[in-house]
């Protein structure tokens, strides 16, 4: 399996949250070692050590001169400091644990890594009537599918039918780069939106020039304006449905 993309992680609400904890853990721990030996003329061993036993800080200065008062109230800002930071860490974990947040995570990443073994699938952008149906057949056909879609209820809902996705937006390059549009052979269009697929494509022809990009938009207009922005093919769902219903005339 291969690894979750470093951007994918970094982009993981529940990871963003715990890595501010966290720093500032390691800032207080940082400014502690490098107080400490500045203040009391210890090595960074020794220093380490006083923050894991602060006792140690009077056993030092009774065999040694210095400012002991000085580095005593030291201690206690950066022991308070520890304490603070440490609840915070254990808050943030706790919650996101009971609030299912991390069982979301989990997933999400587990998902990033299935994307990240793909080659030559689709990624179909928006899992609404249209995208769902775009999915459904490719998966019927033996295609791997990877859907981006930035509404929890329609990301959930892909989730839920077996199909891996990406939640965010797709006209964003990073998002495009988690659904793993460089091994693509195609990119669909298929928000109800047809600005916003446009701008699908032009994102898309950026990142891989040579991947195929079909889009979905309102009328011929709008057709005209994807095609100058680098779309192969451009779908228009109500022309579609009319030649049909006369096909079947």
């Known amino acids: 399996m291969a690894p979750v993309p470093l951007g994918g992680l970094l982009r993981r609400p529940l990871l963003r949250h715990a890595l501010r904890p966290i720093a500032a853990f390691a800032a207080v721990v940082l400014a502690g070692v490098a107080g400490f030996t500045a203040l009391g003329g210890v090595g960074v061993v020794d220093a380490l050590f006083w923050l894991l036993d602060p006792t140690s800080i009077e056993l030092h200065f009774q065999n040694h001169d210095g400012p002991a008062t000085l580095v005593k109230g030291y201690a206690i800002v950066v022991l308070t400091g520890l304490v603070l930071t440490g609840l915070w860490t254990g808050e943030t974990v706790l919650t996101a644990a009971f609030g299912g947040q991390m069982r979301e995570e989990l997933r999400a990443m587990q998902q ?115 095609r100058r922005a680098g779309a192969d093919e451009v779908i228009i769902p109500e022309v579609v449905s009319g030649e049909r219903v006369s096909t079947t005339l």
């Open 112 to 226: 990033l890594s299935t994307i990240g073994d793909l080659d030559d699938h689709v990624v179909v952008c928006g899992y609404g009537t249209f995208g769902k149906t775009v999915a459904r057949s490719l998966d019927d056909a033996g295609r791997d599918v990877v859907v981006v879609e930035t509404q929890e209820a329609q990301y959930d809902q892909a989730i839920d039918d077996g199909v891996l996705a990406v939640r965010g937006d797709a006209r964003r390059e990073e998002t495009l780069g988690d659904a793993g549009i460089e091994r693509a052979s195609a990119v669909v269009g298929a928000i109800d939106d047809s600005n916003a697929n446009i701008q699908i494509v032009l994102a898309a022809s950026q990142l891989a020039p040579t991947v195929r990009l079909v889009v979905r938009v309102g009328d011929e207009t709008d057709e005209t304006l994807a």
